[in-house]
């Protein structure tokens, strides 16, 4: 099997991951933040979990909880707006400043169901951090608070990212090219 052709190395990946976690701390690491009001990280599985954990290891400053969301690929069939959320968070966002983690911000569905749903339960502030935004494909308006790259409208995998379930184990974000997958060396 032919490994994906490297679009961001592993070097980048953990460079532009350590900013976002400095610039997060940032903001949220307050002198007059309670110890008692962490920052409710919630990653949507299961393309977010490398992302997350790699970002959530580089915040020392900041009092977290980390949770997450499962939201149905619309890309089964389904229409594109209707997405549904297959396993919910088990933290109440009530009053809680919360982070959303996203792997890659595409048509941009996914992510306005789960941000107006957080917001409509309470939640004090909701900002969305995602590690890929692939804007020329958007349909319906996010904003991404803390942005890891910016990528043109390509298949990706790797770090977290899937083709049918394969290559999320890769550690840097590659082009999924069909043909390079059936391919063996
Ligand atoms: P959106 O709702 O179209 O913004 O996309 C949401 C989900 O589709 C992302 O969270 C990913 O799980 C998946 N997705 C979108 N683009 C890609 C890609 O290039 N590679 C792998 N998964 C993707
Ligand atoms: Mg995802």
């Given at each position: 099997?032919?490994?994906?052709?490297?679009?961001?190395?592993?070097?980048d990946l953990r460079r532009r991951v350590g900013e976002l976690a400095d610039e997060i701390q940032d903001d949220?690491?307050?002198?007059?933040?309670?110890?008692d009001d962490p920052l409710v990280?919630?990653?949507?599985?299961?393309?977010?979990?490398?992302?997350?954990?790699d970002l959530l290891a580089r915040i020392d400053r900041l009092p977290t909880r980390i949770d997450f969301f499962q939201t149905?690929?619309?890309r089964g069939g389904t229409s594109p707006g209707e997405v549904r959320i297959l396993k919910d968070v088990g933290t109440s966002v009530?009053?809680?400043?919360?982070?959303?983690?996203?792997d890659v911000v595409d048509t941009g569905y996914t992510l306005r169901t789960?941000?107006?749903?957080?917001?409509?339960?309470?939640a004090r502030s909701v900002r969305l951090c995602a590690l890929l935004d692939k804007s020329s494909a958007r349909q319906v308006e996010v904003p991404i608070a803390y942005k890891g790259f910016e990528i043109e409208?390509?298949?990706?995998?790797?770090?977290?990212?899937?083709?049918?379930?394969?290559?999320?184990n890769l550690n840097y974000i590659g082009v999924y090219?069909?043909?390079?997958?059936?391919?063996?060396e």
């Open positions: 099997m032919k490994r994906p052709k490297v679009l961001i190395s592993n070097d949220y690491a307050t002198p007059d933040r309670a110890a990280c919630i990653g949507v599985l299961t393309g977010s979990v490398f992302f997350l954990v149905s690929s619309y009530r009053g809680r400043d919360v982070l959303l983690v996203e789960v941000l107006d749903l957080l917001r409509f339960r309470g409208d390509h298949f990706v995998v790797g770090y977290g990212l899937d083709y049918n379930g394969l290559y999320r090219d069909g043909e390079a997958a059936e391919d063996e």
